[in-house]
């Protein structure tokens, strides 16, 4: 789905499933993957390949060259940015070019990204610093237990850091769909608020 005041370059590549809030812009050479949600406000410059599943908040910036001139074109220069599947890029996130965020990474509303960020990762702040992990339904994990397992509270699945700084789920491969009965919300974040403290948004 394409709302209006949209514009497509025709060498953008675009999956199916996709959706673009109005007012957002695709240049030539972006790589977009299936059921790609972008809100409203929204530019991806050349060089961005986004994989499967990734949400882009309302506003968020994206950006292809790390020293910009009026003066000097640098066209051929274009940085990569890849963003892996299932991540959250938050409302007003700027993404500076050059980095990877990871699988199911969580890019909190406003931070701005200089590094590229790990899978699961919950990133806050000017610059972006990471604080925490969030589970693939966009939950904050905490609380490990004596296994250093920590669980989602609305899944039930378990993570767990199995070296130091790389987070995985222990009940579904990252690269698996979701199971049907739990790719539909059916609780408020609100909801879970009290077992996770989190005060995140996108």
């Known amino acids: 789905m394409i709302w209006n005041f949209c514009q497509i370059m025709k060498e953008a590549r675009i999956g199916s499933r996709c959706s673009f809030g109005q007012n957002c812009q695709v240049g030539a050479g972006v790589v977009i993957g299936n059921n ?11 060089g961005t390949e986004i ?3 990734v949400f882009l908040g309302p506003s968020c910036v994206l950006t292809n060259v790390k020293n910009p001139r009026s003066q000097v074109q640098r066209r051929s220069l274009y940085e990569k940015t ?17 980095v990877t965020l990871g699988q199911y990474c969580f890019i909190g509303a406003g931070a701005v990204v200089i590094h590229s960020v790990p899978d699961y ?13 969030m589970s693939r339904h966009g939950h904050r994990l905490v609380s490990p237990d004596r296994d250093g397992v920590m669980q989602c509270p609305e899944s039930g699945f ?16 990252e690269d698996d769909p979701l199971p049907s009965e739990l ?11 009290s077992a996770v403290n989190d005060p995140i948004s996108a």
Not at 83 to 97: D, P, Q, S
Not at 183 to 193: C, N, Q, W
């Open 183 to 193: 790719a539909v919300g059916r609780r408020s974040y609100e909801e879970f608020k």
């Open 36 to 46: 790609v949600k972008v809100q409203n406000n929204v530019s991806i410059y050349g």
């Open 51 to 53: 994989e499967d599943d």
């Open 158 to 173: 378990r993570y767990k850091e199995v070296q130091p700084g790389v987070v995985r789920c222990l009940d579904l491969p």
């Open 121 to 133: 990762a919950l990133i806050l702040g000017n610059p972006g610093r990471m604080v925490g992990w």
């Open 82 to 98: 890849l963003i892996r599947r299932g991540a959250t890029v938050g409302a007003n996130a700027t993404i500076v070019c050059g």
